[in-house]
């Protein structure tokens, strides 16, 4: 939907509603727009709403509704909507989110990264590495994975391979400023 200026929650919540409709149903929600039907609507993709439900403190509904419709979301959907959760400061229920995403694309090492970071934020920090060396792997050239790991290495006091991995993120990618600091 489009809408011009703001609009009521209680809108929003109508309009999502109505990403359940069938193909007729929509047809009839359109009725009062003129013209004729020469394919049929693009399916609807409720990461964005749901994504608005948390970001305006309607969390319980949100993640509700992206619990009844699963399968029409993807694996950077799953990590959107933990970043928004992560925000809110619901740690646990965003790496729920981060697990879900991983287990769709097994390959994304971004839901790692935040995985990682989220057990940092629990104090839970073999998980942390763990889950910053899983994104590694997967990625060797994601500079903010081998940067959160050369912090862990320097808080361990190993210096030589904090520094090792700090110039590795710098040689991946060499505008991430942060480990220019560290060096």
């Known amino acids: 939907a489009m809408y011009q200026g703001p609009v009521s929650i209680e809108r929003l919540l109508a309009d999502v509603e109505m990403l359940s409709l069938d193909d007729d149903a929509w047809k009839m929600a359109a009725l009062p727009l003129p013209g004729h039907w020469y394919q049929q609507p693009d399916p609807p993709r409720p990461s964005s709403h749901i994504s608005r439900l948390i970001e ?4 319980e509904t949100g993640l509700a509704y992206m619990d009844q419709h699963p399968e029409s979301l993807s694996a950077d959907d799953y990590l959107s909507l933990g970043v928004l959760l992560d925000r809110q400061g619901r740690h646990t229920e965003a790496m729920a989110e981060y697990r879900r995403a991983a287990q769709l694309e097994p390959s994304l090492a971004k839901a790692h990264v935040n995985l990682g970071v989220s057990w ?5 920090v073999d998980e942390a590495m763990a889950a910053f ?4 792997r997967l990625d060797p050239k994601l500079a903010v994975a081998q940067m959160n790991l050369g912090v862990f290495e320097a808080n361990a006091g190993r210096r030589a391979e904090a520094e090792r991995k700090y110039r590795a993120a710098v040689q991946t990618d060499p505008t991430f400023t942060m480990d220019y600091l560290h060096l």
């Open 56 to 59: 305006h403190g309607f969390v």
């Open 120 to 124: 940092q934020r629990l104090g839970k």
């Open 133 to 136: 060396r899983e994104a590694v």
